[in-house]
C-alpha cells in the first residue's frame, strides 16, 4: 500500500531489506507462511516527513492476535497517568468529551472517571477486550471518517482527541485528520504522541522503523501536515518514552499562537537539518556502521564460548534481528512477559520466545536487551543477574 498523503514526492534513500511483519510471532508449523515486505524508507521533501515507502496492508498487523498490551510496562502505566493529568489541567472541563485513537488495552482511559464521556476506538480485537472487560467504552474498529459518522454525540462535541504511538501508524492521514475534524469542537485539541525522529537518529536506533511505523515524526513534518488541512502545531513537548518521543498539540487555525517552546524546537530541528534528507542520508550511513558492530559483538561472543540470550520480543527486534541477520544460531531464545508470543518463534528469524521462568533457569552469559527503551526498569527488576548486558543502542 501507498501512503495517501505523501507518495508522489517521496524520495526512497535506504532499503533495510526483506522484513515479516514485526509483531506476527510465528508457531513452527506456520515458518513457510510468513509474509515479507521490502522495508524501504524515504524522505518526503515537501513536508519534511520521514516515512516508509510502502508497507503492509494495517489488516495484517492490527487484528484479532495483536500482542502489544500498552500494560504491560508499569513505566508505561505511570506515563499514561501523568499523561492524563496533563491533559485534564489543558484541555478538559467538566463533561468534556474525550476520545483516544488506538486505545489498546485502555491503560490510558482508565484514569478517566466520566465513562459516559470517552470512547476509545481500537482495531485489535484481543486487545479491545481487555479494556471492554475493564469497563472502558471502546469500538473495535479503525478509526475513520466512516466510524466516527456514526457517533452523533461526538461530532462537533469533542473537546480532546488523544493519541499515543499511533498516529505513525496510520497510512491514511487525510482520513485521520477529517475524522478529527468531524469530532472537534471549535476550541477543542488534539494531542497526540509519537516516537521522535530527532531521537532516533540521535541513538541510531533504526530499529524505530517497522511495518507498524509508517511515519517517524518531526515537529517540522506534523507542522506541514496540519497546516494542509487548516490546523496549527502550536506546542510540542519531548517525551522519554519509546526511546525518545515527543507530544504534539494541535488546535484549529488560529485558535492559538505557537508556543516559544514550539519555535525553538523548530529552529533546533533545522539547525540539525531535519528538515532536509541530509540528515537521513548521515543516519543511513550510521545504520550501516551499527550492523557491523552488533555483528562482530555478537560473532566475538560466540567465538570466546559465551551464551546469548535476547529480553522482550519487541517489535523493534524484528528490525534488527532481520535487517543485521541475527538467528538461532547466535542467540539461544528471548524471554517475554507476553503470553501470546511465548512458545512462539521471531518474525523472519526465528528465535524461540520463552517465558520469564526459562530466562531464570537458563541464565546465558550475555543478554541482548531489545527493549532497550525499558531500560530502568528491566535492569531494576533483573539486578540480580551477574552477565553482560548489550544491545545495538548504548545503555
Ligand atoms: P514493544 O517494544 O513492541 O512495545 O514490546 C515490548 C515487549 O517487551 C513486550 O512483548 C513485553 C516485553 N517486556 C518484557 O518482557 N519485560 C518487561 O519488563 C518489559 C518492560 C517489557
Redesign the pocket.
Known sequence: MKCKITGAQLKPFMTFGKMPI??AFVKKENFDKEFFFEMQVGFNEDLSLFQLNDHPKPEKMFNKHY???TG?????KVHFKDYANFVKKNYLNTNSKVIEIGSNDGTFLNNFSDKKNIIGFEPSSNVADKAQKNNIPTINEFFNTSNVSKLSNFLGNTDLICASNVICHVPNLNNLIESIDLLLTKSGTFVFEEPYLGSMFDKVSYDQIYDEHIFIFSATAVKNIFKKYNFDLVDAFPQNT?GGSMRYIVKREKISSPSHNLKRILEDEKKIKLDTIESCLIFKEKCKISKEKIKNKIINLKKEGKSICG???????TTVLNYCGINVDHIDYI????IE?IGKYTPGTHIPIKN?DYFYKNQADSVYL??W??KN??LQ?EKDFKGEWFSHVAL
Open positions: 514485526a509483531n500482542p502489544f498490551f504491560s510496562s508499569e513505566f508505561m519509546h529480553y522482550a520480543a519487541t517489535s523493534k527486534s524471554c517475554d512477559t507476553t508470543k520469564m531489545f527493549a527503551n525499558h526498569e528491566i527488576k
